[in-house]
Structure formats: structure tokens, C-alpha cells
């Protein structure tokens, strides 16, 4: 299959300010959120994207036009709606600091497979969407570029610790262990027996040994000799 780079979009005035934005309108980057998507698209620069997939909200809308206009082709760059923020319902547009006092915000925490936000999305239907989404562009991108594909998809921090939690085989119950922060990439490759996991919430780093892809095999024993650059 072809591997997926995970991009959350850089850090919104939102996030500054511990606001749950949730799919409001006209939350964007700020400057700091601006130099982040500016560092990844620089990264992401040495790697030739055959896609860049986004959410269709405005934060990652404005990633993704870092990361396209670093790049020396021009990838495929569609808007995909199950890529979009959880719809938290009645919690959107509240503080973090409010929602804590919440008789629900414990069960976010814990057990979030059982939890359903007021007037809005359950976590798990969220995982679902979000999980077929990434797997529907991979096999698509894979179909038409081969196996050495290798695509960006830029979307919120619950969506993309909802799908490394499944890449990595974890319940829903677990995701909260996953840190995802703004701007930072994330690596999965969905082979023919397992998806195999090979970063999570970078920041920094060289991402040219991408550039021809990764080979599938059995996971090697004792840990193999790792990715070189070309």
C-alpha cells in the first residue's frame, strides 16, 4: 500500500486561547501557527507528494497551501468532509478550562469509545469516518501511483490520534495517550497483513528517506537497519 503522512494543521488563535473551536467558521492560523505549517511544508518539500487530502475547514485548508507550494509538482489535492474536526455539538466555542467542569469531560478522558457530545458526534463515529476516509484515499493513491505512493492528509489532533490509535492497534478507550501537536506529522503505511506506524507527532527531522517510498515486508526482528535517505 502507499504511506500516508499525517499533518495536523498549525496552531489557531483557538488553541492559543484554549478555545474549543471546534467547525466554527473563520478560525485560522495564527502567525505562530503560520511558521509551523511553513516548517512542515519545508519538510514535507524533499518528499514528492501524489496527494495533499484536507479537511475542509480554513486552518487546514491554509496548511495545506504551505505544503503545496513547496512542492515541485503538483499533487492531487482534493477536500474530504470525513477528515473534518469532531462535531462536539454544544461543546463547540467554550474554554477547555469550562468544559473540565462538565459531567462528561471525565469519560472524554477515559473512556471516550462511550461518548456521545450533546447536539453533536459520538468519539467513535468520529474514529469510523475519519479511519474509512484515510484508508478509501490510500488504496486509491496506491492503485494509481503504486506501492511506493506517498501522500499527506491534514486534518485536527482528535482525528489523526483517532486513526494512529487504530493503526496502532489501540482501543478508542486508549487514544488519549497519543499526543498530536500543531503542525506536526505523523507516518503510517497500511501493509497487506498490519498498517505499521513509523513516526507520531514530529516536529523536526529529515523526511527525504520518504522520497522513494517504503518497502513492504514481514517487520523485521530485532528492529532492522531503519530508513536511509536517498
Not at 34 to 51: F, I, K
Not at 91 to 103: C, F, H, K, N, V
Not at 117 to 139: C, L, N, Y
Amino acid at each position: 500500500m502507499a504511506t500516508v503522512i499525517l499533518v495536523r494543521h498549525g496552531r489557531t488563535t483557538a488553541n492559543a486561547t484554549g478555545l474549543l473551536a471546534g467547525r466554527a467558521d473563520g478560525v485560522g492560523l495564527d502567525q505562530i501557527g503560520r511558521e509551523q505549517s511553513a516548517l512542515t511544508a519545508d519538510r514535507l518539500a524533499a518528499v514528492p507528494l501524489v496527494g495533499v487530502v484536507s479537511s475542509p475547514l480554513e486552518r487546514c485548508r491554509q496548511t495545506t497551501r504551505f505544503i503545496l507550494d513547496r512542492q515541485a509538482g503538483a499533487p492531487y489535492a482534493p477536500i474530504d468532509v470525513d477528515l473534518t474536526e469532531c462535531d462536539y455539538g454544544l461543546w463547540q466555542g467554550r474554554t477547555l478550562t469550562d468544559l473540565a467542569s462538565e459531567d462528561l469531560w471525565p469519560a472524554v478522558q477515559s473512556q471516550p469509545s462511550a461518548v456521545v457530545f450533546p447536539g453533536g458526534e459520538s468519539m467513535a463515529a468520529m474514529q469510523a469516518r475519519s479511519v474509512a476516509a484515510i484508508r478509501r484515499h490510500d488504496t486509491a493513491f496506491e492503485a494509481e501511483h503504486g506501492p511506493g505512493a506517498v501522500w499527506a492528509a491534514v486534518s485536527h489532533g482528535d482525528i489523526i490520534k483517532a486513526i494512529l490509535a487504530d493503526a496502532l492497534g489501540m482501543h478508542l478507550d486508549l487514544f488519549q495517550r497519543i499526543n498530536v501537536g500543531p503542525a506536526s506529522v505523523s507516518i503510517v503505511r497500511y501493509g497487506p497483513s498490519r498498517p505499521s506506524v513509523y513516526a507520531t507527532n514530529t516536529d523536526s527531522g529529515d523526511l527525504s528517506w520518504l522520497s522513494n517510498g517504503i518497502q513492504s515486508g514481514d517487520a523485521p526482528v530485532g528492529g532492522g537497519a531503519g530508513q536511509t535517505a536517498p
